[in-house]
């Protein structure tokens, strides 16, 4: 079992409807939780984190974690093209021990 | 936001020639940074952990030997490739925490330098 799951897709979301990114993760040890998107060809690029269950908006952006079964999301209202891009979920332990765990992306197309 | 620079982009190297890729925290101070390798289509693996002032950590399968790391100070850290092979081609992608005057567990990464040995 991957340590950080992700479908890789592709998945394809018409512009303006919500894209729903999923990641499941295996260590019960995990406290943080990190969205990052990348562009082909580019580093990754800092979306949202959470650290607490429950939902946690930023703009366009809600991210959700369900640390019980192990899960966590990325909504995006109002998709648009320049949101097409590879994205990353990453975990880590927390303070102290930030080693990043990444799943294999999802990649995401916003078809106009 | 924190900005987290390096130099070269891009790199073309000859076999069995070294190559030294710059990590530089631009403002803020990071205690410690890490190194990523990501080969086409693939996700990023962690090469190693690298702490101001001291050795770094290596991720298990990675050699020390060839992959030299330096951070010799708290805005500065280094990835030599020693001896590079065509294999050794990737993207090399550093990222930076912020350091401990800032509770925080988030890492900013760098542009990345895409590295081509021939």
């Known amino acids: 079992q991957k340590e950080v799951e992700q479908n890789s897709g592709p998945l394809s979301v018409p512009e303006g409807a919500i894209a729903s990114l999923n990641c499941t993760y295996s260590?019960?040890?995990?406290?943080?939780f990190f969205w990052y998107r990348q562009y082909s060809g580019k580093s990754p690029e800092l979306i949202m984190f959470?650290?607490?269950?429950g939902d946690k908006e930023d703009g366009r952006f809600t991210a959700q974690l369900n640390k019980a079964s192990q899960y966590v999301s990325l909504l995006i209202r109002d998709s648009q093209p320049s949101d097409s891009a590879t994205y990353l979920c990453a975990v880590n332990r927390g303070f102290g021990n930030e080693k990043l765990t990444f799943g294999t992306g999802t990649r995401l197309t916003i078809i106009p | 936001g924190a900005v987290v620079s390096q130099h070269p982009s891009r790199v073309i190297c000859k076999s069995g020639t070294s190559v030294k890729i710059e990590c530089r925290s631009l403002?803020?101070?990071?205690?410690?940074m890490f190194w990523y390798r990501q080969f086409p289509k693939q996700s990023l693996m962690l090469m190693a952990t690298?702490?101001?002032?001291?050795?770094?950590?290596?991720e298990q399968g990675v050699e020390k030997d060839k992959f030299l790391i330096n951070h010799a100070s708290l805005t500065l850290s280094t990835l030599t490739v020693t001896s590079a092979h065509p294999e050794d081609s990737s993207f090399y992608i550093c990222?930076?925490?912020?350091?401990?005057?800032?509770?925080?567990?988030?890492?900013?990464f760098g542009p990345g330098t895409r590295l081509t040995v021939t």
């Open positions: 959470i650290y607490s269950n």
């Open positions: 403002d803020f101070q990071a205690t410690t």
């Open positions: 690298s702490n101001e002032g001291s050795k770094a950590t290596y």
């Open positions: 990222s930076a925490k912020l350091g401990q005057t800032h509770f925080s567990y988030e890492q900013y």
């Open positions: 260590d019960r040890g995990s406290q943080s």
